[in-house]
Nanobody
Framework: QVQLVESGGGLVQAGGSLRLSCAASGRTSSSYHMGWFRQAPGKEREFVALISWSGGSTTYADSVKGRFTISRDNAKNTVYLQMNSLKPEDTAVYYC???????????????WGQGTQVTVSS
């Protein structure tokens, strides 16, 4: 069993930055590939970024490529999402999730956090 808790969300102006954190607990949490997803009001949840268990591989949605950076510190059992050059369309609830496979398909993720709200004002 893996428990995930996100933090770091908030209100920021367009062009600003935020760093989200996802703290994982569980004996084997560092062996999971980790993803960030988001859900905007009235829209379906979508993939944002993915990092392999070792941190050696990352994948990004086209909408955030070049602006967001995913990273992890397995010694701290924490995954991060650095978000720069934020846009109003980045407003959403952001979720971290853990998967046994390196996929961006939501159905492959076994564990999910409760989400953290990010609001970008114009």
């Amino acid at each position: 069993q893996v428990q995930l808790v996100e933090s770091g969300g908030g209100l920021v102006q367009a062009g600003g930055s935020l760093r989200l954190s996802c703290a994982a607990s569980g004996r084997t949490s560092s062996s999971y590939h980790m993803g960030w997803f988001r859900q905007a009001p009235g829209k379906e949840r979508e993939f944002v970024a993915l990092i392999s268990w070792s941190g050696g591989s990352t994948t990004y949605a086209d909408s955030v490529k070049g602006r967001f950076t995913i990273s992890r510190d397995n010694a701290k059992n924490t995954v991060y999402l650095q978000m720069n050059s934020l846009k109003p369309e980045d407003t959403a609830v952001y979720y971290c999730a853990a998967s046994g496979g390196y996929y961006y398909t939501q159905s492959t993720y076994d564990y999910w956090g409760q989400g953290t709200q990010v609001t970008v004002s114009s």
